[in-house]
């Protein structure tokens, strides 16, 4: 019994060894098997070391592959503690370097970490200070690269472009916007070492760094030039509050530029205030936009077939009472019978009074919201104010009559250049955007927007009429001085006092001027607004219209605009420059020459009884007064 009971317990022993036996082979396999990655990596991670490489952030890029933010290489400092021989030594060595307390430094050089990376004096060093750390030649201190954001053009479209932190992460603009798209994958340099942090005899592994994908815009950088010169020019000599300039194609909601006063150079954002650097103000300024306003209206006007521009008359007093108030005219005489074209030429409030009425205000206030006033416009930046309409319940008779020559409500803008191109590109509302598209490091494109349709608001014939309404207030009225010899300019001025605390402000208005061209086939509509100017007529006419006619002169060399015949003749004053047609002197002797040109001054070169040539050439409209050259010969 005794024997009987030992060899149970030996064939117990033998089935329980092989069982632990069997379940050892298969944790070998399974591990072998199935685990081997996993662990792998777990034990790697106990030895390996990486030395973080950033990556470049992918490029900022204009309609024409200008690169607006690009990248320059700069070097940052990592400890690998560990492998600090004497740490007193370097950190006192490195305090000196960064020009920081050696108490500052201990906290990193005594760190017990694996690597420590010295933030933030040791991030984005200067050559002169990498130089200086190399030559200290250290063990366990690194240089690695680091890639910072670089604004070639400083202030230019700077506030929407937007800029990036220290981490090269995006905290404005189109740099937050499409953050995820310009930001790379960072590489790094492994390498291994033992639990003291000694590095180890094994290959090093380099993982490259990938670049994050570019964004081609829509602006074009001749036009955004051009309105950053005059901009600059504008605060020169007004001295205003701010100032805004704004240019979108209208057949398509492309912004072609943008920029805005007071502004500021991304590379060195830390010296600006939050409020200058997270204004930007064609989007987010909201305002009463006084009498470019006046478009909407009378383009509401005309579709809904209250108004006959020219076969409608209107007498204007100087003014009109409204529920108790007295609405004047600017001219306070007024302009006793005029056409409602005439109207819309001389800008005159009681003849927009009496459309508002003609319309009503269920009619006006729902053109209001078909054109997006009271709504974002949905560009793709951030920060887009929304402006204020009156609810309609809240629409009285003085409301109705003030929001009909743009005072009462308050818009963007981004909502006034998006609803006038629809008032002149045949009448459809389009969503405007400034990112064109997405490509790769190849060139590749990623990604691609096109056009977005909202709705249609008017017909193509209202469109029409609008479009030669607006060319003759530039030919023929407060838009003159931003007329120019051969190029059909339309446009419309705009002065509203500025409002605070419900009260008009004295002598204190933002001055405004809605132009497009060609008028008859537009292809850029410009918006640009003076908030305050100092030291000038209180008169829109006088202050904006001849900057945007600069800026009308560049937009047609930047979209290679041809002169056209056609135009509507100007109405001159004594103070305009009058355009008449060169005629054509050549083979006509000096005196007969001299007879034709009576107009215009004259230099002759050459000898001879005969004009063999003629500089500028004939048919071309040229300013009285203007120089003639003639080549004389026989």
Not at 128 to 142: C, H, K, P, R, T
Not at 301 to 317: M, N, R
Not at 559 to 571: G, N, R
């Amino acid at each position: 019994m005794f024997f009987k009971e030992i060899d149970y317990r030996i064939r117990l022993l033998l089935v329980i060894v092989i069982v632990l036996f069997l379940f050892i082979i298969f944790r070998v396999l399974y591990i072998q098997i199935f685990d081997y990655d996993k662990l792998s990596d777990l034990a790697n991670d106990l030895w390996s070391r990486n030395l973080p490489l950033a990556a470049d952030r992918g490029l900022i890029l204009d309609r024409n592959g200008v690169i607006l933010a690009d990248n320059i290489t700069t070097t940052s400092l990592v400890l690998i503690p560990n492998q600090l021989e004497d740490r007193e030594k370097v950190s006192t060595l490195l305090s000196k370097a960064l020009g920081v307390t050696k108490e500052e430094m201990d906290k990193h050089v005594y760190k017990n970490s694996s690597i420590e990376r010295v933030h933030p004096e040791g991030r984005q060093l200067s050559y002169e200070v990498a130089d200086y750390i190399e030559s200290l030649n250290l063990a366990g201190v690194y240089l690695v690269k680091e890639s910072k954001r670089y604004y070639p053009y400083k202030s230019l479209l700077s506030h929407a472009i937007g800029y990036v932190g220290i981490d090269n992460q995006g905290l404005s603009g189109i740099e937050l916007e499409y953050d995820d798209v310009l930001t790379g994958t960072d590489g790094a340099i492994k390498y291994y070492s033992d639990a003291k942090g000694n590095t180890l005899d094994l290959s090093q592994v380099y993982s490259a760094p990938i670049s994050g994908n570019n964004v081609n815009l829509t602006i074009d950088i001749n036009i955004q030039q051009s309105l950053e010169r005059e901009l600059d020019n504008i605060v020169d000599m007004f001295s205003p509050d701010m100032a805004l300039a704004l240019v979108m194609d209208p057949n398509s909601g492309e912004i072609l530029g943008m920029s805005s006063r007071p502004n500021y150079d991304a590379n060195h954002y830390s010296d600006y205030s939050l409020e200058e650097l997270s204004r930007n103000l064609p989007i987010w300024a909201s305002y009463e936009p006084g009498s470019t306003f006046k478009i909407i209206t009378t383009a509401s006007a005309i579709e809904e077939g209250v108004v006959d521009l020219e076969k409608d008359t209107f007498y204007d007093s100087g003014s009109v009472i409204v529920s108790g108030a007295r609405i004047g005219c600017w001219k306070s005489k007024g302009h006793g019978f005029q056409t409602f074209l005439q109207v819309l030429e001389n800008s005159c409030n009681p003849g927009f009074v009496e459309l508002g009425n003609r319309l009503g205000k269920e009619k006006l206030f729902s053109y209001l919201d078909k054109f997006g006033f009271g709504k974002k416009t949905g560009i793709d930046l951030n920060g887009e104010g929304k402006g204020i309409i009156f609810d309609l319940d809240q629409v009285g008779n003085l409301e109705l009559a003030t929001t009909a020559f743009g005072q009462g409500v308050s818009v963007t803008p981004i909502q006034q250049v998006t609803a006038v191109s629809a008032v002149i590109n045949g009448g459809n509302l389009y969503t405007p955007y400034i990112v064109k598209s997405v490509t790769d490091l190849k060139n590749k494109t990623i990604s691609e927007k096109v056009p977005q349709l909202i709705r249609r608001v008017i017909s193509e014939d209202t469109s029409k009429k609008m479009r030669s309404a607006l060319e003759s207030v530039v030919a023929r009225g407060g838009g003159r001085y931003a007329y120019i010899d051969g190029y059909r300019i339309g446009g419309k001025t705009g002065t509203a006092q500025k409002v605070e605390n419900g009260h008009y402000l004295d002598n204190n208005y933002i001055m405004s001027f809605m132009a497009i061209v060609p008028s008859n086939n537009p292809e850029a509509v410009l918006y640009l607004a003076i908030d305050n100017p100092k030291n000038t007529a209180l008169l829109s006419s006088y202050t904006t219209a001849p900057v945007a006619r600069r800026i009308l002169l560049d937009i047609i060399e930047a979209l290679d605009i041809p002169k056209q015949k056609d135009q509507i003749e100007k109405i001159y004053q004594w103070d305009d420059k009058v355009y008449t047609e060169l005629p054509n002197v050549i083979g006509q002797d000096v005196k007969t020459a001299k007879k034709m040109l009576f107009e215009f001054e004259i230099e002759y070169t050459g000898n001879g009884e005969k004009v063999i040539e003629q500089s500028p050439k004939a048919g071309e409209r040229i300013a009285k007064g203007s120089t003639i050259r003639l080549l004389l010969g026989n």
